[in-house]
């Protein structure tokens, strides 16, 4: 039996998108944004939506450019804090003690020590009521090695990344391996004549 | 050390999104979609890109409406069937032995048996290469009372979404509690003089 929670903005799971800027003067910046996802194949491209007050809006603006970097479950602490504190007031990436560094295609830093990094440059903005949704063509993707199985693919257990779940409003990690994609289906599709 | 993987679409995690249409007839589809996520809290509203030869693209576009039907970690193989046959060759939702209903906002098919539902009204489509992005607003989220918490709030461990992770080209279940959101941070915030 369902239950009807009204107009509420639930998925499970989102994401944690760790997003980079640099401010007019060059001062890194980063904020914890869970609203977004992949939103395109070709040219490759990710969505991330930002309130207009938030000091990255007027960043990623101005530069034409932000990173997208997916912590992992360990540095839930200094995600979290990226969420809590806003760049208007201080040097909040300087204060954290983390290590940023240039990307290396787009004028946005990268956080070291996150294990996967999209640098992406700006090719629309959409104003979809409190937030706007910014796209950006991701013009690069890097990995840490040691979380490319050992065909040289990303596996996703390696990258160890963070989760986030609205209505819990908790972070949580990646589980059990389910099942191949394109290929558990199968039986039902030959049942029913596909191949 | 990280490497460059150069420009694809990865992100960890991707939801699976089985997203529910009516053709011109009534006839229900469902189509699996990893390329979404949340895209604003007010008006609530959710992005899924869908590719135009896709039988849904013209599904939503005729009725300006879709759900997001979010399945949990039991219903892999219905999920990833969807992704595999299209319904512009046969009625696969049928074929499929699943049951629908039509959602009670919009002119879209929900399935039973996922534990979450959001009804969908679509208000944008943004062209973005070889996907287009479809921004539904959320009219109402229904969920199984068995994934609500004792505080009546839902909870992402009852509910046990699948997940896709691109690179692996594989589901996986959610896994463990790291810490909640707006509150984990809090020590370094602390440390550095905010409260």
Same mark, same amino acid.
Request: proline letters at 6%.
């Given at each position: ?14 994401? %944690? ?5 640099? !401010?007019?003067?060059? *001062? ?5 944004? &869970?609203?977004?996802? =992949? ?66 295609? %787009? ?5 070291? !020590?996150?294990?996967? *990094? ?5 090719? &629309?903005?959409?104003? =979809? ?67």
């Amino acid at each position: 039996m369902k239950k009807s929670l009204g107009a509420k903005p639930i998925v499970y799971p989102t994401p %944690v998108f760790l997003v980079g800027s640099y !401010d007019e003067n060059g *001062v890194a910046n980063m904020m914890n944004a &869970a609203w977004g996802g =992949l939103c395109s194949s070709n040219p490759p491209s990710v969505a991330v939506s930002i309130r207009q007050e938030r000091h990255s809006y007027d960043n990623i603006i101005q530069k034409q450019a932000f990173t997208i970097n997916i912590p992992s479950t360990n540095q839930a602490k200094v995600a979290d804090y990226f969420g809590l504190v806003s760049g208007k007031k201080c040097d909040k990436v300087k204060l954290s003690g983390v290590a940023v560094e240039r990307a290396e295609f %787009v004028d946005a830093p990268m956080l070291k !020590d996150c294990p996967l *990094v999209l640098e992406c440059r700006l090719i &629309a903005t959409h104003d =979809l009521g409190v937030h706007t949704q910014f796209v950006g063509e991701i013009i690069d993707v890097k990995i840490e090695e040691e979380c490319l199985d050992s065909a040289g693919q990303p596996d996703i257990r390696l990258v160890d990344p963070l989760l986030f779940a609205p209505g819990n409003r908790a972070y949580f990690a990646i589980g059990d391996f389910v099942g191949q994609a394109f290929a558990v289906g199968k039986d039902i599709a030959a049942h029913n004549g596909f191949e």
